[in-house]
């Protein structure tokens, strides 16, 4: 395990053109996608999107439609699960209970007669930071660290990927994000490409490097988390990574860098960059709650303002999140820092704004 953290990664996934269909259900449609080798790659969407089928596909647990999967140069489409070079952490720890952890961790190489299992499988676990816990059974140890066991179980082999499909599931949320933190600790040590599948969009913007959002079978978007979540290409990445604030536009004059465009009568600027070349359904600026801003409304600094009455504060330590309704009806969510500025209050008029550079155009989807 040590050494595989200076050794090249050579994890390379593509697939090709990857269909799954049950019957009349295509699972997985059509899906093209490279991953570099040594990458933190996720699999992102909501339940039935294809994102585990696909994870299954790779492991080889579920044949393809059509379709070809590659590791490296090798064609592996047709290949058996325990002939790939791919090892799967599961939600479930599916550890041996009447075995002690290093025997757990080190079970298949003792089963491939590895002669220095004991060692390998002892780096394991002081990757995962529980050589201290290899005498104990998996009853004594948290759920946290049954899950770190179940990873260093998967790594000792030395896969080329690791899959993890929804590894995190079952912990309590102050400890998931501990293991987020570790799982891309270990990920950056050991060098090996894994693949992450989660329905969890801040689970995958923490750890990866790249995320695809899945969307009925297909990859509805696929980049590095701030871009996709800083400039979303469609309704659905907009509101499945965080809340946006979407206003229906029409673009009025084009004017350098800056378009002017309406809505609901009102006049706003963005940025000519960020209006699609093709919306045939129409367009939507979109602003996330914490780039909107609660301002003055004689404030001259902000070029895009507009006006509605507070219905909702909650408070959040950190922040407090508004709703404010807009004159045509639509509540607008708005993110303000505590810091020390006076709150609204339920009832309130106030002005909101945003900066053109913080807000994204996006079709009507």
């Not at 004594?140 to 899950?147: D, K």
């Not at 309704?235 to 800056?258: K, Y």
Request: glycine content about 8%; proline content about 5%.
């Amino acid at each position: 395990m040590v050494e595989g953290a200076t050794r090249k990664a050579t994890g390379e996934l593509r697939l090709v053109e990857l269909f799954r269909e049950y019957d009349d259900f295509v699972a997985v449609n059509g899906i093209d996608l490279d991953v570099p080798p040594g990458s933190f790659f996720a699999l992102l969407g909501p339940s039935g999107c294809g994102k585990t089928t696909t994870l299954r596909m790779i492991a080889g647990l579920e044949e393809p439609t059509s379709g070809r999967i590659f590791l490296g140069t090798d064609d592996i489409t047709n290949t058996r699960a325990h002939q790939r070079r791919v090892n799967t952490v599961f939600q479930s720890y599916a550890l041996f209970p009447h075995l002690n952890i290093i025997d757990n961790v080190g079970f298949g190489l003792r089963q491939l007669k590895v002669a220095n299992w004991k060692t390998k499988a002892m780096e394991a676990l002081e990757l995962v930071k529980l050589a201290d816990r290899a005498k104990q059974k998996p009853r004594q140890l948290s759920g946290g660290m049954q899950q770190r066991v179940a990873l260093a179980r998967a790594i000792v082999n030395e896969p080329e990927i690791l899959l993890l499909d929804e590894p995190l599931g079952a912990l309590d949320l102050k400890l998931r994000r501990e293991m987020q933190i570790e799982l891309k600790r270990i990920q950056q040590e050991v060098g090996i490409t894994f693949i992450h599948v989660t329905h969890d969009q801040e689970e995958a913007m923490t750890m990866a490097d790249t995320v695809a959002v899945m969307r009925a079978g297909r990859i509805e978007q696929l980049g590095e988390p701030a871009a996709l979540y800083d400039k979303p290409a469609t309704a659905f990445v907009a509101n499945f990574l965080g809340q946006s604030n979407l206003l229906p536009i029409e673009v009025t004059a084009v004017a350098g860098d800056r378009t002017t465009v309406a809505s609901h009568g009102t006049s706003l600027v963005v940025e000519s960059g960020a209006i699609p070349t093709e919306a045939p359904d129409g367009l939507r600026l979109g602003i996330r709650p914490e780039k909107l801003r609660l301002v003055s409304a004689n404030d001259s600094v902000w070029t895009n303002k507009l006006s509605g009455e507070v219905t909702d504060a909650s408070f959040n330590g950190v922040s407090t999140t508004y709703l404010v309704r807009m004159p045509w009806g639509q509540e607008l969510t708005v993110t303000q820092p505590n810091d020390g500025t006076a709150r609204a209050t339920l009832g309130e008029q106030v002005t909101i704004a945003w900066d053109p550079h913080h807000a994204f155009v996006i079709g009507a989807d």
